[in-house]
Structures are given as structure tokens and as C-alpha cells.
């Protein structure tokens, strides 16, 4: 499929946005509104109940053509049907990509070397359900009898920070009486804290790993064994207070956890993509199958309209190819997720995966050097908070940082007047970013002249606004699709295989090499560079 497309910087369409950006560039955004009265309100579109303004980016008409044009040509729209019919265009591991699958309606059929996957996801789902509302009625029973109070999920990566993130972000949905923790660090302390005031007749833990080999992970659930050892003394135990969900049936059991209590998924859902598979059973104990569900929904009323929303109004083709032209055009180095929204707080840390695991790449699917910056970096924090820390630099500082605003009409906990205030602010760094004060402005304020440079504020500072009604499981669902069709469309802009991590591998290898330097007994030979022998025989000699 990629033979036909031309390498990225001759696509006609490349070439006419290079020529294009050179005329907006020097363009203010204070100009472009003022030249276009209707743009605030034509520069939107929504979907799934999300609405995004998009006008207050240094685009016009024009450049949205060409980035469409850019789409076309780059076969965004072909590449996204052979995901969805699941072809394998995880080329460099030979994998079909179908998160879109988990989410799909028992109705649809997807097929995978001939095989339908869809009934597979539910049944999954279904047997995740009624494990989930064991737990939740208490009918599940500890080894001792007690019922379980404590879920611990230990996993790293795409095995955590989707549990991490969607249990905070739907904590208003979750029972309140059950304690949820997550452990990922090898760090013991992760460990330590998590169970500190934790016993183990009432802790269950949930060991997420899509290989079940990953090294942080085996580790925390070995101490886990052992800490639920430790006070239940009998292996029986640990059929009642250990669940799995993996792809690796024969690694579960090795490890001793009955596969009646493995939740499995499949090589085609990419770790930073799994959120609602299986690894999400934490999640569903927490909200409820019935929520978890409404998720799914989500979820799937954004990968629908991805798949076929004509792209001028399609809200992650939009997102993804306004990320390229600031990438690309405008040298931007990051974009800032900023969710108004306490419960969102995690949400940054969730993107920065998805976004960078997957378009952190170099080379295209054929293997040659991509001809333009990929994956921005992606970091965040909820608003007001990054307000009075970081938002100095986005204004005032010499870098271009796109932002994400991500804010709901309606608060979870009504408080007197904070969800206006919080939302006041949302629409005010927006317009201060991109409109900024100049210095004429400054000077009418009185300002004495020395001081006039210092409180001028550039503007043309660009940035989208996303609204919904209420975080609720469903838009919470909306808001991850639709960050991942995003990456999606960069990724297919740059020809790059979005859903490999070859690069995490290197450094895997050399800490186990290193770990058994450091365990060594007697003196080990070192071959490394100066450093980090020298480094190596410090810790030896200091821990
Ligand atoms: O090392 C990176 C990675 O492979 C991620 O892609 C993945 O989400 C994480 O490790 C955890 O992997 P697993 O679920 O197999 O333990």
C-alpha cells in the first residue's frame, strides 16, 4: 500500500504547504481574526459529543486544504480502512493493529487471517463482568473467607497508565469502598507503599502484562506472591488473591495463577492501546461493567466517526494534522495537554505513551530516514495548576508550544462558583495566548517604558479548545480514541510504523547485563565504556 505513495517531502501537497507556511508565518493570529469575522465560529467541528475549536491556530482556508490534500497523499484514509479490516500494517512485527476491535459492537465482524475477532473480545469482556461483579458483591472470598477490599494492579507502561488514568479520571464512577493501587516501579518503594496498610486476606492482585516477561512487572508480582505468602502461608492461597491478564497463557501458569483467572488478550492490541481490553480490569471493578461498557461506546462513536467523517470535519484527522503543521512548519518541539478538569489529571501522563512510544520514530515503514521531525513531545498538567508554574514560558518565552485545552461545561462536584472560575480561565489563556497585549497596549496601561518590554505579551500563540458536557465514562472514551486516530494520522503523514517500541529495547538488555555485574560475587571483568564501569564498581563497592 505504501508503494504508491511518494516519499513525504515530494508530495506535491508537502511542497505547496512549505511555500504556504513561508506567507503565514510572519502573519499575526490578531490579523487573520480581524480578516475573517466568521472564523470563530467556522473553525469548529464536533463529534461524539465533543466540540473543538480549532480557529485560534495559524491556519487559514488554505492551509487546511493542503494538509487535507497532504492526508490524501500521504493515503491516510487507506491506511486507517486497513487497520480497521485488520491488515497487518504493523510491518516491522508483522501484526495487524485492531485496538478498534476492542471496542467493536458483538454485531460486527473483523477478520484476522481469516478469523473473526469480535466474538472473542466479548467473551473476554463478559468473563471480565462477572469476575468484576464478584468483586464488587463481595461474592468473591480470599482464602480465609473475607471478601476482597483491596485491588492492587501491578503492571508497567501501556499495562499501567491506562489503568492508572482511567481509575482517576472515573473515580466519581468507582466504588468507594474499595482501594485501588497501582504499583509499576521496579523501585521497591512503589511496592512497599502500595500494600503498607493492606492485609493480605482482603488484597487481590491484578498482574497485567501483555508478555509477562517484562521485568518491572514479574518482579513486583514475585514480591507480591511472596508478601501474600508471608501471612497465608499456603500456595492455595493464591488462586483466590491473584488474577492475570495477558497474552501469555503458558507464562501465567508457569507463575502459578490458575488460568480460570487469566484475562487474555491478543498480539494485534499494542500495550499503549489497551486500555479497554482486558487490561482494564481494574477499571471495570472499579466503575462497573455496565460504565466499563459506556467507555467501550465512547470509544467506538470516535473510531466510527474517524473512519468516516469527510476530514475537514474530522475531529483526530484535524487534531493530527494541525500537530504536523507545527511540527514540521513552525519547528515546534512539544505540545501541551492541559485538561481543566481535576479528575483528568493523569491524562498528560497517559498521552505521553501513546503519543511517544508511538511516533517516536525515525525511519519510515521502508526502513529510510523520515525527511522531517516526527513525534512531538507530549507533557501536561491540569489547569489552574501549570497557571502559576509553566505557563510563563508558553506566553512569554521563545519557544512555540501548541496547546490542548481540554475543559466540560458541566463540574462533577458543583462548588459554588469554581467550575466558572475554572473555565473563565480556560477561555482567558487561550485568548491571551493567542492575541497577547502589545506594547502600545501596555503603554496605555501607564507602564513605565523600562518595564514595557517585559509586560508585552507576542500572542500568535496557537491553541485548540475542547469542550464536552461532562467527563463521563463515554466522553472519556471520545477524548483517548480520539488522541489515538491523532497519532494515527501523524503517523501516517510521516510513513512511520506507529505501533512498534524497538527503541525500549537497548536499554533492557544492558541493565540485565549490568544487573548481573552488580549481583556478581566475585569481582566481574568490565567492558563497558569508562563511565559506566566506573560507575558500575562505585555502586558495587557503595551499596
Ligand atoms: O517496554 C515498553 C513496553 O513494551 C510497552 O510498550 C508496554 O506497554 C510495556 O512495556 C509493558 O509491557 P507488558 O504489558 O508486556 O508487560
New binding site residues.
Given amino acids: 500500500m505504501t508503494d504508491r505513495i511518494a516519499p513525504l517531502a515530494s508530495r506535491p501537497a508537502w511542497k505547496a504547504l512549505q511555500q504556504h507556511a513561508d506567507t503565514l508565518r510572519p502573519q499575526h493570529l490578531r490579523d487573520i481574526f480581524q480578516a475573517d469575522p466568521s472564523r470563530g465560529s467556522r473553525f469548529t467541528a464536533q463529534a461524539c459529543g465533543l466540540f473543538l475549536d480549532y480557529s485560534k491556530n495559524r491556519i487559514t482556508d488554505e492551509t487546511l486544504k493542503l494538509l487535507i490534500e497532504l492526508a490524501h497523499q500521504s493515503g491516510l484514509r487507506e491506511r486507517a480502512e486497513a487497520m480497521f479490516t485488520g491488515k497487518k500494517i504493523n510491518t516491522t512485527e508483522n501484526r495487524a493493529v485492531l485496538h478498534v476491535a476492542l471496542r467493536a459492537p458483538r454485531s460486527e465482524s473483523i477478520l484476522v487471517d481469516g478469523e473473526d475477532v469480535v466474538p472473542g473480545v466479548h467473551q473476554v469482556l463478559d468473563k471480565m463482568a462477572a469476575f468484576a461483579e464478584q468483586i464488587r458483591s463481595g461474592a468473591w472470598l480470599g482464602y480465609t473467607g473475607k471478601p476482597i477490599r483491596n485491588i492492587v494492579n501491578i503492571?508497567?507502561?501501556?499495562?499501567d497508565l491506562g489503568p492508572v488514568m482511567a481509575y482517576e479520571a472515573l473515580r466519581h464512577y468507582s466504588r468507594r469502598d474499595l482501594n485501588f493501587r497501582f504499583v509499576s516501579n521496579v523501585d521497591g518503594t512503589d511496592f512497599a507503599e502500595a500494600v503498607r496498610d493492606f492485609h493480605p486476606e482482603e488484597t487481590l492482585f491484578l498482574v497485567?502484562?501483555?508478555?509477562?516477561?517484562?521485568l518491572e512487572?514479574m518482579t513486583n508480582a514475585h514480591s507480591a506472591r511472596a508478601w501474600t505468602l508471608g501471612r497465608l502461608k499456603q500456595t492455595e492461597a493464591i488462586a483466590r488473591h491473584f488474577a492475570a491478564i495477558s497474552t501469555n497463557a503458558e507464562a501465567v501458569t508457569k507463575f502459578g495463577i490458575d488460568t480460570a483467572n487469566m484475562f487474555g488478550f491478543w498480539d494485534w492490541v499494542?500495550?499503549?492501546y489497551s486500555m479497554d481490553s482486558a487490561i482494564g480490569l481494574s477499571t471495570m471493578i472499579a466503575i462497573g461493567p455496565e460504565n466499563f461498557r459506556s467507555l467501550l461506546e465512547g470509544f467506538h462513536a470516535m473510531d466510527v466517526h474517524f473512519r468516516t467523517a469527510p476530514l475537514e470535519k474530522n475531529l483526530p484527522a484535524l487534531l493530527g494534522l494541525l500537530t504536523v503543521w507545527y511540527t514540521n512548519f513552525f519547528h515546534a518541539q512539544t505540545v501541551a495537554i492541559l485538561p481543566y478538569e481535576q479528575y483528568l489529571k493523569r491524562f498528560p501522563a497517559y498521552l505521553q505513551?501513546l503519543t511517544m512510544?508511538s511516533n517516536g520514530k525515525h525511519v519510515t515503514l521502508d526502513g529510510t530516514e523520515v525527511q522531517a521531525d516526527t513525534g512531538p513531545i507530549y507533557w501536561g498538567e491540569p489547569g489552574t495548576n501549570g497557571q502559576h508554574s509553566f505557563y510563563q514560558l508558553i506566553h512569554q518565552g521563545t519557544r512555540l508550544i501548541p496547546c490542548d485545552f481540554i475543559g466540560f461545561y458541566k463540574s462533577i462536584n458543583p462548588l459554588g462558583r469554581h467550575h466558572d472560575m475554572l473555565m473563565a480561565n480556560v477561555f482567558a489563556q487561550a485568548e491571551a495566548l493567542a492575541f497577547g497585549k502589545t506594547a502600545a497596549e501596555v503603554r496605555a496601561e501607564g507602564v513605565p517604558e523600562p518595564l514595557v518590554p517585559h509586560k508585552v505579551f507576542a500572542g500568535n500563540r496557537p491553541s485548540n479548545i475542547l469542550l464536552a458536557e461532562r467527563l463521563t465514562p463515554y466522553t472519556l472514551g471520545t477524548l483517548v480514541a480520539l488522541y489515538e486516530h491523532s497519532v494515527f494520522t501523524q503517523g501516517a503523514i510521516w510513513s512511520i510504523d506507529s505501533f512498534d517500541?524497538w527503541g525500549?529495547e537497548l536499554g533492557?538488555v544492558l541493565a540485565q547485563r549490568i544487573l548481573g555485574e552488580i549481583e556478581s560475587p566475585s569481582e566481574p571483568s568490565l567492558a563497558h565504556d569508562t563511565s559506566t564501569s566506573n560507575l558500575v564498581r562505585l555502586y558495587r563497592s557503595q551499596r
Fill in positions: 503492571g508497567i507502561g501501556g499495562s497485567a502484562s501483555k508478555t509477562f516477561t517484562t512487572t499494542g500495550g499503549r505513551q512510544e517500541q525500549v533492557k
